[in-house]
């Protein structure tokens, strides 16, 4: 594989990418490539620890389930459907695990 390179681009540039993106029918194309489209939420930070050891487990697992959640919402926006429904089934065991154990 060839090297990767990362260009800054300004959000209006973005946009005006997007737009001649559309008009030519190649919004999936652009997704895949920049990772971006309008109207696309920005990820949840969660510092660099979002999983801390001293944490109690029920927090650890609903911020799993929100980091599951994002990547949900990414793969169906990619048509990715296979990730989407195992995302989809991750989430609902570990949902399941909270609930049960009421933490």
């Known amino acids: 594989m060839g090297t990767v390179y990362q260009v800054p681009v300004c959000a209006d540039c973005l946009q005006k990418m997007w737009d001649q993106a559309a008009a030519s029918g190649k919004t999936k194309e652009f997704k895949n490539y920049t990772g971006w489209w309008p109207g696309k939420r920005d990820p949840r930070h969660m ?40 995302l989809r089934d991750d989430i609902a065991m570990i949902e399941k695990e909270v609930c049960a154990h009421g933490n």
Not at 48 to 76: C, H
């Open 47 to 86: 510092g660099d620890r979002a999983f801390p050891e001293t944490a109690v487990p029920g927090l650890i697992k609903r911020r799993r389930i929100a980091a599951l959640k994002i990547r949900l919402t990414e793969a169906a926006e990619t048509e990715n459907y296979e990730e989407a429904a195992k």
